[in-house]
């Protein structure tokens, strides 16, 4: 039953979620070391392997299924996917070179009580990260789930509740809290190194296409699609709005935004140790490039502060909380020249200098703009995947690099800019409750869900 604009009994707020994960060493202080981590894996036998069940294995399922699959102390004992000869052809590259073959199944509710399976990876569409996580801490699975956590906020809420209630593991696919360099970035920052930093800019100008308005159809041959379609509303087939253009949709993804600014914005919170919800959002933009089937915006300018600071909440002259940190995001899908060299990345802002970070590493340059440190490594992936089998065996989430909680807090900055555009209104947000101060705005932060596919009404 949707939400609207009532906070239901068993609404869980911030406190429910345990507020030791703002204060568990989330911020890359359990990034792994390699060398130590390679040794664990060494160490293992076969009869100690971890079971990973994989949901979601065409693309980028794929590249993260091979991540964990490198692992020798892993075993991957299931391939899901609704898609018969996308599952069939993971299963097949799998058993080269090895005699165990993953079982295929096209649902991920009929191996949540076999023992064998010790965590689930998702990477389905973002509309189906929600109930797997739940499920799999609910039958005691530990869970890497990719981004943004869920499709919605409430989503997200239920995720960190069961994670919690549970005490299970759940890392997102934020995978740049992984990263040696990102910890150097931090350490920079913290140190002082900038001066006194109050503002992060992340970006997106990297062109992408149209999605062309083309007919309904029948779904591939061999593809359960109302499966796929799963808490989503019912609605016909269309090629384009399947496989990777679900993200453009409502109904399916959060734009781009959600796609990949939701690294980007994390980049700033990493560089400026923001562990806390934002209090207001605010946001511009629209289509003004494309005249095409997608629904979200090609162009966006999104607006989120922070605060208050430890010594106590100041105000401004209308009575809000007077912002700490100011993050920003700059979204054109449409243009080709690149912002500060980078098609996209972010940037960190000090009294003394400023620092840019990237997927590959990161510049600082002083007042002047002379580059006097730089940094970058390309273990992300792998760490991340490490950190969370690491975290598997030992038993201690608050280890994970990218925690559920952590991992939320950008999610909902994601969900919150969106909602912003949607709304066309500056939104003040409500950190215990996760609501807004707007009745038009929270119609956004749950959604009804089919029936069959709906959240449990009982963690």
Same mark, same amino acid.
């Given at each position: =039953?949707?939400?609207?604009?009532?906070?239901?009994?068993?609404?869980?707020?911030? /406190?429910?979620?345990?507020?030791?994960?703002?204060? +568990?060493?989330?911020?890359?202080?359990?990034?792994?070391?390699?060398?130590? +981590?390679?040794?664990?894996?060494?160490?293992?036998?076969?009869?100690?392997?971890?079971?990973?069940?994989?949901?979601?294995?065409?693309?980028?399922?794929?590249?993260?299924?091979?991540? #964990?699959?490198?692992?020798?102390?892993?075993?991957?004992?299931?391939?899901?996917? &609704?898609?018969?000869?996308?599952?069939?052809?993971?299963?097949?590259?799998?058993?080269?070179?090895?005699?165990?073959?993953?079982?295929?199944?096209?649902?991920?509710?009929?191996?949540?009580?076999?023992?064998?399976?010790?965590?689930?990876?998702?990477?389905?569409?973002?509309?189906?990260? *929600?109930?797997?996580?739940?499920?799999?801490?609910?039958?005691?699975?530990?869970?890497? &789930?990719?981004?943004?956590?869920?499709?919605?906020?409430?989503?997200?809420?239920?995720?960190?509740?069961?994670?919690?209630?549970?005490?299970?593991?759940?890392?997102?696919?934020?995978?740049?809290?992984? *990263?040696?360099?990102?910890?150097?970035?931090?350490?920079?920052?913290?140190?002082?190194?900038?001066?006194?930093?109050?503002?992060?800019?992340?970006?997106?100008? *990297?062109?992408?296409?149209?999605?062309?308005?083309?007919?309904?159809?029948?779904?591939?041959?061999?593809?359960?699609?109302? =499966?796929?379609?799963?808490?989503?509303?019912?609605?016909?087939?269309?090629?384009?709005?399947?496989?990777?253009?679900?993200?453009?949709?409502?109904?399916?993804?959060?734009?781009?935004?959600?796609?990949?600014?939701?690294?980007?914005?994390?980049?700033?919170?990493?560089?400026?140790?923001?562990?806390? =919800?934002?209090?207001?959002?605010?946001?511009?933009?629209?289509?003004?490039? #494309?005249?095409?089937?997608?629904?979200?915006?090609?162009?966006?300018?999104?607006?989120?502060?922070?605060?208050?600071?430890?010594?106590?909440?100041?105000?401004?002259?209308?009575?809000?909380?007077?912002?700490?940190?100011?993050?920003?995001?700059?979204?054109?899908?449409?243009?080709?020249?690149?912002?500060?060299?980078?098609?996209?990345?972010?940037?960190?802002?000090?009294?003394?200098?400023?620092?840019?970070?990237?997927? /590959?590493?990161?510049?600082? #340059?002083?007042?002047?703009?002379?580059? &006097?440190?730089?940094?970058?490594?390309?273990?992300?992936?792998?760490?991340?995947?490490?950190?969370?089998?690491?975290?598997?065996?030992?038993?201690?989430?608050?280890?994970?690099?990218?925690?559920?909680?952590?991992?939320?807090?950008?999610?909902?900055?994601?969900?919150?800019?969106?909602?912003?555009?949607?709304?066309?209104?500056?939104?003040? #947000?409500?950190?215990?409750?996760?609501?807004?101060?707007?009745?038009?705005?929270?119609?956004?932060? +749950?959604?009804?869900?089919?029936?069959?596919?709906?959240?449990?009404?009982?963690?």
């Amino acid at each position: =039953m949707s939400n609207g604009n009532r906070t239901p009994a068993n609404h869980p707020t911030r /406190r429910q979620f345990n507020k030791s994960a703002l204060t +568990a060493p989330a911020v890359l202080t359990g990034v792994v070391a390699t060398t130590q +981590a390679r040794a664990a894996s060494e160490r293992s036998s076969p009869n100690d392997r971890i079971g990973i069940a994989c949901l979601g294995v065409r693309g980028r399922g794929n590249g993260v299924m091979r991540t #964990f699959a490198a692992n020798k102390d892993v075993q991957i004992t299931h391939v899901c996917d &609704v898609d018969t000869k996308v599952r069939e052809q993971r299963i097949a590259e799998l058993v080269k070179g090895t005699p165990h073959r993953p079982k295929g199944v096209k649902d991920y509710r009929t191996i949540l009580e076999d023992k064998n399976v010790d965590a689930l990876v998702v990477c389905t569409p973002d509309h189906w990260h *929600a109930l797997p996580t739940i499920h799999g801490c609910q039958a005691g699975k530990d869970v890497y &789930v990719e981004k943004p956590d869920g499709h919605n906020i409430r989503e997200g809420q239920m995720m960190v509740a069961a994670a919690r209630k549970h005490n299970r593991c759940v890392q997102l696919g934020t995978q740049a809290r992984s *990263a040696p360099y990102m910890a150097d970035v931090r350490k920079y920052v913290k140190d002082g190194s900038l001066g006194k930093v109050l503002y992060g800019n992340a970006w997106e100008t *990297a062109r992408q296409g149209a999605i062309p308005r083309v007919a309904d159809g029948p779904p591939p041959a061999g593809v359960d699609y109302n =499966m796929w379609l799963g808490p989503a509303p019912k609605r016909a087939f269309n090629r384009y709005r399947y496989h990777g253009n679900w993200r453009w949709f409502y109904d399916y993804g959060a734009g781009d935004l959600g796609n990949d600014g939701v690294h980007r914005i994390d980049y700033c919170r990493i560089a400026m140790g923001i562990e806390t =919800m934002p209090h207001t959002v605010s946001c511009l933009g629209g289509k003004l490039f #494309f005249d095409d089937a997608q629904d979200w915006p090609d162009t966006m300018n999104v607006s989120w502060s922070f605060g208050p600071n430890k010594n106590g909440p100041r105000k401004d002259a209308q009575g809000s909380p007077h912002p700490e940190h100011i993050i920003t995001y700059e979204m054109r899908i449409w243009t080709r020249p690149r912002l500060h060299g980078h098609a996209e990345g972010a940037a960190v802002f000090g009294e003394n200098g400023w620092l840019i970070m990237t997927h /590959r590493g990161w510049q600082a #340059f002083d007042a002047a703009g002379k580059q &006097v440190k730089s940094g970058g490594d390309n273990d992300a992936q792998r760490n991340h995947v490490r950190n969370f089998l690491d975290c598997v065996r030992s038993r201690k989430w608050r280890n994970l690099n990218q925690e559920i909680y952590s991992g939320h807090v950008s999610s909902v900055m994601c969900h919150a800019g969106n909602i912003a555009w949607r709304t066309s209104k500056t939104l003040r #947000f409500d950190a215990e409750t996760e609501r807004f101060d707007d009745v038009s705005a929270n119609r956004y932060v +749950a959604r009804e869900a089919r029936a069959e596919y709906a959240l449990p009404a009982d963690l």
